[in-house]
Nanobody, 113 residues
């Protein structure tokens, strides 16, 4: 089970830190990713980490978002800075184990003044 948390309402230019904790299975050393889905939009990749720790970002968040992982805590994080209204979405994390992709429930991020 993946538990995402840390969402909320923030003003433009503000910051939030999302967490995704895995329970019941080890995930933090596996490929993991953050996605988001805005109303009426398709789910899109925000950041992804390989099992070896290589992290890539969507162009729209490069320089503003940072993904990190704590293997001991079996948790990944998404630090989001300089937030914009267009970042408003439900954010999801996933974990890939073999051919199975596990998804957490989403956490709502709303960027508005």
């Amino acid at each position: 089970q993946l538990q995402a948390s840390g969402g909320g309402l923030v003003q433009p230019g503000g910051s939030l830190r999302l967490s995704c904790a895995a329970s019941g299975r080890r995930c933090s050393a596996n490929p993991m990713a953050w996605y988001r889905q805005a109303p009426g939009q398709q789910r899109e990749l925000v950041a992804a980490a390989t099992g070896g720790g290589l992290i890539t970002y969507a162009d729209s968040v490069k320089g503003r978002f940072t993904m990190s992982r704590d293997i001991a805590k079996n948790t990944v994080y998404l630090q989001m800075n300089s937030l914009r209204p267009v970042d408003t979405a439900v954010y999801y994390c996933n974990c890939v184990k073999g051919t199975v992709v596990y998804w957490g429930q989403g956490t709502q991020v709303t960027v508005s003044s």
